[in-house]
C-alpha cells in the first residue's frame, strides 16, 4: 500500500498510536488502585482564596467570631509592620517620586555664569548610596562619577556642556535610575526610561 | 459484605460533573471513576508523546493524582478532558526535559503484537515503520499528531492543551506529517 494518499498516512497514525495504547493498555490496569492509594486522605487543595472563604464562611454560628478572628490578624500584621518598617534599613536608593523639582534640582542647567564655572552642575540627593553615576549621551553612555566629598547625601558633578538636546541618568548602586523629576522630558527605549534636558534652548545634541 | 458505595460501583452510572462535584467533597472512590473513563486516553497521549512505555505509565498516574489535588482549579463548565490533558502534558514536557539529563540506557517500546489476525503483514510492516519514524520526530511536531491523531481533538483544543497558537498547531500537523512521509519513503527508497 502506498503512502502517497493523505488519507493513507492519516489512517496509519491513527491505527498505530491506538495500537500502541492498546498493547501496552495492561500498564494501566490498575491505575485506579495505585492512584487512590497514592491519595490516601487527601482531598483537593483548597487554595489560598478557597481558605480564606472556609476560614471565614464554614457555619452561620462561628461567623462573627471567625471575621472578628481573620480582623486582628490583619491588624496584628499591620502593627507588625508598622513597627518592623520603622527599624529595618531603608532603601539605599532614593525613590524618583520622593524627588522634587522645588525642593531639590536633580539637574542645574548652565547659565552665562554656569559656563564659566565649567558647565552644567549634576545634583542628586542619594542619602545612602554608595556608588553614585550618570550616563547620558553627552559621555557616549560612559558612567561618569558623582561625589558627595562632605557626606552629606547630596551627590555632584559638573561636566561641561555646549548647548543642545541631552539625555541621561543615573545610577545609583547599580540600579538605573531614569527619570529625573527635574528633567524637561523623558524618552523611553530599550524598556528603561532616560531623561533629557535641554541646555541653552538647543535643538539636537 | 461491603456497600456499593465502598467499592464504587454506585459511581458507575453518574454522570462526569456529578462525579467531579463527589471528588471535590473528598469522595476519593468517585475520582476512580473517573480514572477508570480516562486512563486509557491519557496513557495513550503520555505514551504517543514520551515513546516509552514505563515514562507513560508513571506520568499518567502522576497526572491523575496532581489533577485531583488541584480540582479545585478546575472550572466545572469547561471540558474536564482538555484540562486532564493540558496536566499530562505538561507532565511529559518536564519527563523529556528529566530524559535529556538522565537518558535510559535502552528506550523500551515493547508492544503486544496486533490483536487483530486479519491485519496484513504489509500493513504491520508500515505500522513498524511509523513507529520507528514517530520516535524520531522531534516532540514540538509529534505531540499535536498525536493529540490529532489518537485523542481525535480540534485543532483548538490542541492549541490549548500544548498553550501554541491555532494556526501553529495546523503548521505542526502538516509538517509534522510531511516529515513524517518523508522518513517512510526514504526508508522504503533505501530498502
Known amino acids: 500500500m502506498s503512502l502517497d494518499a493523505r488519507d493513507s498516512l492519516d489512517e496509519l497514525l491513527r ?183 535641554y541646555i541653552g534652548g538647543g535643538g539636537g545634541a | 459484605m461491603g456497600t456499593e458505595e465502598d467499592d464504587g460501583t454506585v459511581y458507575r452510572t453518574q454522570d462526569e460533573v456529578s462525579l467531579l462535584r463527589a471528588s471535590l467533597d473528598g469522595q476519593t472512590e468517585a475520582w476512580g471513576e473517573i480514572v477508570t473513563r480516562y486512563k486509557d486516553a491519557v496513557f495513550g497521549l503520555c505514551l504517543g508523546f514520551l515513546r516509552n512505555r514505563a515514562d507513560a505509565e508513571d506520568v499518567t498516574h502522576d497526572a491523575f493524582v496532581r489533577a485531583y489535588l488541584n480540582l479545585r482549579r478546575y472550572n466545572l463548565d469547561r471540558k474536564f478532558s482538555t484540562w486532564v490533558f493540558t496536566i499530562a502534558a505538561n507532565l511529559c514536557r518536564n519527563r523529556i526535559r528529566y530524559r535529556r539529563n538522565h537518558p535510559v540506557m535502552e528506550v523500551e517500546f515493547e508492544m503486544e503484537g496486533s490483536a487483530d489476525p486479519a491485519r496484513t503483514v504489509a500493513r504491520e510492516e508500515q505500522q513498524v515503520r511509523v513507529r520507528e519514524a514517530l520516535g524520531t520526530l522531534p516532540y514540538a511536531y509529534r505531540t499535536p499528531l498525536v493529540l490529532r491523531f489518537y485523542n481525535d481533538l480540534s485543532y483548538k483544543e490542541i492549541g490549548d492543551i500544548l498553550a501554541i497558537p491555532e494556526g501553529t498547531v495546523k503548521t505542526r500537523i502538516h509538517r509534522g506529517k510531511a516529515m513524517l512521509k518523508e522518513m517512510l519513503d526514504k526508508e522504503r527508497g533505501a530498502s
Open chain 1, 15 to 197: 491505527e498505530t498510536l491506538r495500537q500502541d495504547a492498546t498493547g501496552a493498555s495492561h500498564a494501566v490496569a490498575q491505575l485506579e488502585a495505585r492512584v487512590l492509594e497514592t491519595l490516601g486522605d487527601r482531598a483537593p487543595r483548597r487554595g489560598l482564596w478557597g481558605s480564606l472563604k472556609a476560614l471565614v464562611a464554614p457555619t452561620r454560628a462561628g461567623r462573627w467570631t471567625q471575621l472578628a478572628f481573620v480582623g486582628a490578624t490583619a491588624c496584628a500584621c499591620l502593627l507588625v509592620g508598622f513597627f518592623l518598617g520603622d527599624r529595618l534599613p531603608r532603601d539605599r536608593s532614593p525613590e524618583p517620586v520622593a524627588l522634587t523639582r522645588a525642593a531639590v534640582p536633580a539637574v542645574k542647567t548652565a547659565t552665562a555664569e554656569a559656563s564659566d564655572q565649567n558647565g552644567v552642575l549634576f545634583i542628586l540627593p542619594a542619602p545612602n548610596a554608595r556608588v553614585v553615576s550618570l550616563v547620558g549621551s553627552f559621555s557616549e553612555w560612559e558612567p561618569v562619577p558623582l561625589t558627595d566629598n562632605d557626606g552629606d547625601g547630596i551627590w555632584t558633578t559638573q561636566i561641561p556642556l555646549s548647548p543642545g538636546r541631552y539625555e541621561y541618568a543615573f545610577i545609583i548602586d547599580g540600579r538605573w535610575f531614569g527619570q529625573d523629576p527635574s528633567a524637561d522630558d523623558y524618552v523611553k527605549s530599550f524598556g528603561e526610561y532616560s531623561s533629557v534636558r
